[in-house]
């Protein structure tokens, strides 16, 4: 086994018992999207490597260090695996002139690519679901996303995931706090960490979106951009507050969360847990204003978030019982060459009516296709042998609860295998 080949690291395989998980998690994120009018978008995974650079800035760790770019030998252009996935929106939107007439509510959910060092919720290829409210400028859109989050929370019956909220102004707003802020960083020059000297002359805002714990008490005093914003800016924020408390939704202010890309203005947020140990952060977002412009659209107002699908699933993982998923509801089982034939016909009416069905595949006598049967986690098991191939009738065995076992006309067997399982589930 030494010389077989592995998957590349931080990048998993999700095999079938997760990957049911994944399934209808996805479906559920789905219906919820859609619930808010959002529809499907579906961009490219690989991009130009010019649209991160300029959508979410030079400066910041994901371009700086944590892109998968490469130029392509057969035609010289440079290329990335997209980090996220705003930047491709936006750029789809500026090419297909989406917002023309109206603004639009979009969604996509996929792989997203970062080289950042692996650990518990942190992998190089992850996958997010994100929502993007794109022509939209007053603060009810911000306020609609977030009402969109706590509802998936309570949802998946995720408890415990708070929501911080901050705003970053404008511009014009974050240049005069820069001032301030270079001022305060210099005079402790000699206390910053390497990645903050750097950022000093930079970026000096993400020195604040630092995670270096020795880092921690030079930030929390920092003079605060919050501190900094003018009369609209705040009438934007309290916009967004007003609603989040209509709603009775808890929120705290947390002053110093400017999130890790610098296409964001005004409001910015992010929704985290204690219960995923340093990886917490399960959902992030905010208002982009410019991001249209920087990629050389129209000036257009957007408000969206990300969030993780593995963190989502591990709190998921915590909330739920401890049973394998079933594969199938229904196993056909089935022994002599009449039968073998008859349940390839008896499956597929059994789906027609909606059901998931599972036949028993490579022969075998019957006792060892029950056992497959139960290893199945299937709810039911229709028998077929000889008796029921010759008289057109099929046997009905409840694999989950002390019943009888049932022998019906073939013609009645989908109703009584669905009565059985809406019995089941009562
Ligand atoms: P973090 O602070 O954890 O690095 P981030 O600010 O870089 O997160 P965003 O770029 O805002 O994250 O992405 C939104 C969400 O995507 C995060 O809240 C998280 O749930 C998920 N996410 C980001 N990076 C990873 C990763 N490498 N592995 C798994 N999930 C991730
Ligand atoms: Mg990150």
Redesign the pocket.
């Known amino acids: 086994m030494s010389n077989a080949i592995q998957a590349v690291r931080g990048m998993n395989d999700i095999l079938p018992e997760e990957a049911a998980h994944w399934e209808a998690l996805e479906e559920m994120l789905r219906s919820w999207l859609r619930s808010y009018g959002y529809r499907n978008l579906r961009t490219p995974v690989l991009e130009p490597t010019a649209l991160f650079r300029r959508a979410i800035g030079e400066t910041t760790d994901i371009v700086e260090r944590e892109m998968y770019s490469f130029v392509d030998e057969l035609n010289g252009e440079a290329l990335t695996l997209r980090p ?1 996935a705003t930047a491709s929106t936006v750029r789809a939107a500026i090419q297909h002139n989406l917002l023309y007439g109206s603004p639009q509510r979009l969604y996509y959910m996929g792989p997203m690519f ?1 080289h ?1 060092r692996p650990q518990k ?3 190089r290829q ?1 996958y ?1 679901v994100g929502a993007e409210a794109l022509g939209y400028a007053g603060p009810d859109v911000d306020a609609e996303l977030l009402l969109m989050c706590a509802r998936l929370w309570d949802d998946l019956g995720l408890e415990g995931i708070k929501l911080q909220l901050n705003s970053i102004g404008s511009p014009e707003e974050r240049a005069r706090h820069r001032v301030e802020l270079v001022r305060y960083l210099q005079a402790h020059e000699e206390s910053l960490d390497a990645d903050s000297k750097r950022r000093l002359h930079t970026n000096p805002l993400r020195v604040l979106d630092s995670k270096n714990p020795s880092m921690q008490p030079l930030i929390e005093a920092a003079p605060r951009l919050l501190e900094h914003l003018g009369d609209a800016s705040l009438a934007h924020f309290d916009g967004v507050q007003q609603v989040l408390k209509d709603a009775g939704i808890h929120f705290s202010i947390n002053p110093r969360l400017v ?3 610098d296409y964001y203005n005004l409001t910015v947020f992010e929704w985290v847990t204690d219960r995923l140990g340093a ?1 917490g ?4 977002g905010g208002r982009y204003d410019g991001l249209f412009e920087q990629i050389g659209g129209k000036p257009t107002p957007a408000c969206g978030f ?3 699908l ?2 989502l699933l591990a709190l998921m993982q915590e909330a739920r019982a401890a049973e394998p998923a079933a594969q199938c509801e229904v196993y056909v089982v089935h022994q002599g060459s009449a039968a073998d034939r008859m349940a390839f016909g008896v499956a597929e009416e059994l789906r027609n009516h909606g059901l998931s069905v599972l036949q028993h595949c490579g022969g075998g006598n019957f006792k060892a296709q029950m056992k497959k049967a139960d290893a199945s986690g299937a709810i039911l098991a229709v028998i077929l042998g000889e008796d029921e191939a010759a008289s057109d009738q099929a046997s009905v065995k409840h694999l989950r609860q002390e019943r009888e076992q049932l022998r019906v006309a073939r013609a009645t067997l989908p109703d009584t295998v669905t009565n059985l399982l809406f019995l089941e589930d009562e």
């Open positions: 996220e970062r950042e919720g942190r992998y992850f997010q999130r890790g890309l990886q952060t399960v959902c992030g990300a969030m993780g593995e963190r």
